[in-house]
């Protein structure tokens, strides 16, 4: 129990610039027309970019974007405060606050980079006028603007989820409250005489897969063979699967040795929120892949073209960038959220399981959770299946065994291991939504979160005989600088 009469702040005041009723007309008037101006503005500018194609260079391209990171600025703080000023109510909900300086933080550190982006850009033009060209390609410019957007949203994360594990109290209310600052993750068993197997285990396919996966990539890596399209995104879901298991497993193994289950509300909330990102990752990266299979097998002769090195890192930027909105609307909604109870029946802070200890209505949550399993997982899984379709009807029409052979070897393992993600995915689905057992639903996690990450690198290997000769390659390069 929280010592003294406590209560938890469920919203916020934002006492704005003035109290004084007959100062909010002019205060409104004044904020509306600045934002007016702010809105039309920038979209002009926008709008004025995009249509003369005369203006569609690097300096111009950074300028949207700058007018639209404004537009969205403003956007983030004035229609709040207008509409509180109107309605005469400045109470803001504790999501709401956390959102609104989440989005301010990412748009505020977005001006920051564009406007650095900009400066760089005036240098080369008039440093370097000569090399302007080669030097600011639409590539470059393209990746600059999606890496501010990376390090504006995990630079915004990072305040938000250090601002989750305050607590906000007053003490004007009477009654006591029992407030909880974490919750206790049960794992699979409570029995000490199973816990050193249960370490032994996990601790055995943790290795397993961080080995395996950092092997695949220092392959793909030291060999020049390998740098197609086809093993770029294989090293990105390498280093997404060893990401999977390193934000799950360790703290597990620690909690065995330790037996202390507990782990911090802040904590919790970034373990679920890494998790949700990797997991959309490795369906998104799946998704890129059965298209990279599908312009090689379906379109060979404009492949080089097709899946250029600017589309094969856009396609991976965007699938990073798509996940990381995703987790954080949902984390971000589970902030709403206050808990009856603090016991998670699982090893790890899953976003089902720890909507199962609300004793708020999580109606809005699970709508937004299907929402995301329709866009985000029904969409790319419906890719994957037209293109091994298109895929299967090429293969057919290859008029020697051998030919078919080895078409349908190049896509093999990808096949093999959509099918692994898929299943095992759907299987814990179906366990949390036909059995109230939740230890049958952490087995069915297990084999998403840890042993499919662990059977990738074998699956790669073992059927590719490019990946096998590298990694050959790779050991014998290893051990002769060790003789």
Same mark, same amino acid.
């Given at each position: 129990?929280?010592p003294?009469?406590?209560?938890?702040?469920?919203e916020?005041?934002?006492?704005?610039?003035?109290?004084t009723?007959?100062?909010? &007309?002019?205060?409104?008037?004044?904020?509306?027309?600045?934002?007016?101006?702010?809105?039309?503005g /920038?979209?002009?500018?926008?709008?004025?970019?995009?249509?003369?194609?005369?203006?569609?260079?690097?300096?111009?391209?950074?300028?949207?974007?700058?007018?639209?990171v404004?537009?969205?600025m403003?956007?983030?703080t004035?229609?709040?405060?207008l509409?509180?000023?109107?309605?005469q109510?400045?109470?803001?909900?504790?999501?709401?606050?956390?959102?609104?300086?989440?989005?301010?933080?990412?748009?505020?550190g977005l001006?920051?980079?564009?406007?650095?982006?900009?400066?760089?850009?005036?240098?080369?033009?008039i440093?370097?006028?000569l090399?302007?060209?080669?030097?600011?390609?639409?590539e470059?410019?393209?990746?600059?603007?999606?890496?501010?957007?990376?390090?504006?949203?995990l630079d915004?994360?990072?305040? +938000?989820?250090?601002?989750?594990?305050?607590?906000?109290?007053?003490?004007?209310?009477?009654? /006591?409250?029992?407030?909880?600052?974490?919750?206790?993750?049960? &794992?699979? +068993?409570?029995?000490?005489?199973?816990?050193?197997?249960?370490?032994?285990?996990f601790?055995?396919?943790?290795?397993?897969?961080?080995?395996?996966?950092?092997?695949?990539?220092?392959?793909?890596?030291?060999?020049?063979?390998?740098?197609?399209p086809?093993?770029?995104?294989?090293?990105?879901?390498?280093?997404?699967?060893?990401?999977?298991?390193?934000?799950?497993?360790?703290?597990?193994?620690?909690n065995?040795?330790t037996?202390?289950?507990?782990?911090?509300?802040?904590?919790?909330?970034?373990?679920?929120?890494?998790?949700i990102?990797?997991a959309?990752?490795?369906?998104?990266?799946?998704?890129?892949?059965?298209?990279?299979?599908?312009?090689?097998?379906?379109?060979?002769?404009?492949?080089?073209?097709?899946?250029s090195?600017?589309l094969?890192?856009?396609?991976?930027?965007?699938?990073?960038?798509?996940?990381l909105?995703d987790?954080?609307?949902?984390?971000?909604?589970?902030?709403?959220?206050?808990?009856?109870?603090?016991?998670?029946?699982?090893?790890?802070?899953?976003?089902?399981?720890?909507?199962?200890?609300?004793?708020?209505?999580?109606?809005?949550?699970?709508?937004?959770?299907?929402?995301?399993?329709?866009?985000?997982?029904i969409i790319?899984?419906?890719?994957?299946?037209?293109?091994?379709?298109?895929?299967?009807s090429?293969?057919?029409?290859?008029?020697?065994?051998?030919?078919?052979?080895?078409?349908?070897?190049?896509?093999?393992?990808?096949?093999?291991?959509?099918s692994?993600?898929?299943?095992? &995915?759907?299987?814990?689905?179906?366990?949390?939504?036909?059995?109230?057992?939740?230890?049958?639903?952490?087995?069915?996690?297990?084999?998403?979160?840890?042993?499919t990450?662990?059977?990738?690198?074998?699956?790669?290997?073992?059927?590719?005989?490019?990946?096998?000769n590298?990694?050959?390659?790779?050991?014998?390069?290893?051990? +002769?600088?060790?003789?």
């Open positions: 129990m929280a003294g009469n406590q209560t938890k702040f469920t916020f005041i934002l006492l704005g610039f003035s109290e009723p007959e100062q909010q &007309g002019a205060i409104f008037g004044l904020f509306l027309g600045m934002y007016l101006v702010t809105v039309f /920038n979209i002009l500018i926008i709008l004025a970019f995009g249509s003369d194609s005369h203006l569609h260079t690097p300096m111009y391209f950074f300028l949207s974007n700058l007018s639209f404004d537009l969205c403003v956007s983030t004035v229609p709040k405060m509409v509180g000023i109107l309605t109510n400045k109470a803001i909900s504790y999501a709401g606050c956390l959102a609104q300086m989440y989005f301010f933080i990412v748009f505020a001006d920051n980079f564009l406007l650095t982006a900009m400066a760089y850009d005036r240098f080369v033009a440093c370097h006028p090399h302007y060209t080669s030097i600011m390609s639409p470059l410019c393209c990746l600059l603007v999606l890496l501010s957007w990376i390090l504006s949203l915004a994360l990072l305040h +938000s989820l250090m601002v989750t594990r305050l607590s906000f109290f007053s003490r004007m209310v009477p009654g /006591n409250q029992t407030q909880f600052t974490g919750f206790i993750l049960l &794992g699979f +068993s409570e029995t000490p005489e199973e816990q050193g197997p249960l370490f032994g285990l601790l055995g396919m943790y290795l397993v897969t961080v080995l395996g996966n950092l092997f695949i990539m220092l392959a793909i890596g030291s060999d020049s063979h390998l740098h197609t086809m093993y770029f995104f294989l090293s990105n879901l390498s280093f997404v699967d060893l990401c999977v298991v390193s934000t799950t497993v360790p703290k597990m193994l620690v065995i040795l037996q202390n289950k507990a782990i911090p509300y802040a904590d919790c909330f970034a373990q679920m929120y890494f998790f990102i990797f959309s990752l490795d369906n998104f990266l799946l998704t890129v892949m059965a298209y990279d299979r599908f312009v090689a097998i379906c379109h060979p002769l404009h492949y080089a073209a097709i899946m090195p600017r094969c890192v856009l396609l991976v930027l965007l699938s990073w960038i798509l996940s909105l987790s954080l609307l949902h984390c971000l909604m589970v902030t709403r959220l206050s808990f009856c109870a603090h016991k998670i029946q699982h090893f790890f802070c899953d976003l089902d399981q720890v909507m199962k200890l609300s004793c708020a209505g999580t109606f809005i949550n699970y709508v937004l959770v299907y929402l995301a399993i329709g866009l985000l997982g790319p899984l419906t890719g994957i299946l037209f293109s091994y379709s298109q895929i299967c090429s293969i057919l029409k290859v008029p020697s065994s051998g030919g078919k052979y080895k078409a349908f070897s190049t896509c093999g393992s990808h096949l093999s291991v959509v692994l993600f898929y299943g095992t &995915g759907l299987g814990v689905y179906l366990s949390s939504s036909t059995t109230h057992s939740s230890w049958k639903s952490t087995i069915a996690s297990v084999m998403y979160a840890v042993v990450p662990m059977l990738n690198p074998f699956i790669y290997s073992l059927r590719n005989k490019d990946i096998k590298a990694l050959r390659r790779l050991i014998s390069k290893i051990i +002769s600088s060790r003789s």
